[in-house]
């Protein structure tokens, strides 16, 4: 007899032990169904996010900004990832005759699972127009090889 059990996202699979890691990023938080627009229209940044043997690697496609741009907090186990950059004009000496380059503000949050995450070691990285958070996993939340019982 195989349970099941509604996932976050409303699908029915069967109950296991995955499912705590596949339900992991699925909670983002004040994203009532919208995935790709903030509350003020402005397009979203795109996320991955890979589940390693050692840690979560979350990837945010933000080309044109800059490392100081961004802002991430863990507030419990609330991670908000955010950015705010003025769009200035750097150049006096010429009019746009049409400009749509863009760099409004966002945030995204997401909740971490206490006891899967070393949330005291995540790092972040950002180069090549993409943010690299890793995220490690706590020891006893990796996954463990299959270890052989002998039959007596």
């Known amino acids: 007899m195989t349970t099941i059990v509604k996932r976050n996202n409303g699908s029915l699979l069967p109950a296991n032990p995955r499912s705590l890691f596949d339900d992991f990023f699925n909670r983002e938080l004040f994203n009532w169904g919208n995935t790709n627009f903030s509350a003020s229209q402005t397009t979203l940044p795109s996320v991955n996010i890979k589940e390693r043997e050692e840690a979560f690697e ?82 006893d939340a990796k996954t463990q090889a299959p270890r052989l019982i002998e039959i007596q």
């Open 58 to 139: 979350v990837e945010v496609a933000a080309p044109g900004m800059q490392k100081e741009d961004f802002k991430i907090t863990l507030n419990g186990n609330l991670l908000t990832i955010s950015s705010s950059r003025e769009d200035k004009d750097e150049e006096n000496n010429g009019k746009f005759t049409r400009k749509e380059f863009s760099y409004q503000s966002f945030q995204r949050s997401f909740e971490l699972a206490k006891d899967v995450v070393d949330d005291e070691n995540i790092e972040a990285k950002y180069e090549n127009g993409v943010l690299r958070l890793t995220i490690p996993k706590k020891e």
